[in-house]
């Protein structure tokens, strides 16, 4: 693992453009979370919460899976 990674990937950018190109703020906004936040889970710099695990997933529709997958060791 690369310092600064999590060993959580996830598909956050990929949904967003299968979503009519959605905006980083627009999923912040509907998870009710920052910009910033967005920005360092896409980068693979955060993990999030459990909780805000399934309100990405809710946002997109689809299953907390479908979104984020375990990459490390």
């Keep these: 693992m ?3 990674t999590t060993p959580v990937g996830n598909e956050i950018r ?3 453009f299968e979503r ?4 980083q703020q627009a999923l912040a906004d509907a998870c009710g979370v920052t910009r910033q936040t ?7 710099r ?5 909780e805000l695990a399934f309100r990405i997933a809710r946002a997109f529709g689809v299953a907390v899976e479908d979104v984020f997958h375990w990459r490390g060791p």
């Design 2 to 4: 690369t310092t600064g």
């Design 46 to 50: 955060y993990a999030p919460s459990l």
């Design 14 to 16: 990929r949904l967003r």
């Design 20 to 23: 009519g190109e959605m905006t």
């Design 38 to 44: 967005i920005i360092a889970l896409e980068a693979g």
